[in-house]
């Protein structure tokens, strides 16, 4: 069993900062790319940030230059720091993960089994 916990999220101000975090953990083999998405009631899920395994990040425009995505590999954990905040930027936030879990063995090696693992959603408002 995976799962993914997201702590950090709160009340900001405009202008103001917050950091998330969001921690794996379970019968995890490996990850692959790791990403944050929010959404307002009654809108589509947004993608706000991709980290792969390298390092490697993407990021739309609503959110380039003030957002930044991280990882640390050796404990499961993707993170998100939210800068210069602005009331749009309020959402219930998600981390996804793509994530191999162990099935079984082969002769060889483990079998794997790859999927997407959602996180529970935290609450940011930013306001004054």
């Known amino acids: 069993q995976v799962q993914l916990v997201e702590s950090g999220g709160g009340l900001a101000q405009p202008g103001g900062s917050l950091k998330l975090s969001c921690v794996g953990s379970g019968n995890i083999f490996d990850i692959d790319d790791m990403r944050w998405f929010r959404q307002v009631p009654g809108n589509q899920r947004e993608l706000v940030g991709t980290?792969?395994?390298?390092?490697?990040?993407t990021y739309p425009d609503s959110v380039k230059g003030r957002f930044i995505i991280s990882r640390d590999n050796e404990k499961n954990t993707v993170f998100l720091q939210m800068n210069s905040l602005k009331p749009e930027d309020t959402a219930v936030y998600y981390c996804n993960a793509h994530i191999a879990v162990v099935q079984g063995r082969h002769s060889d090696g483990p079998a794997l089994r790859w999927g997407d693992y959602w996180g529970q959603g935290i609450q940011v408002t930013v306001s004054s």
């Open positions: 980290m792969d395994r390298y390092g490697g990040a």
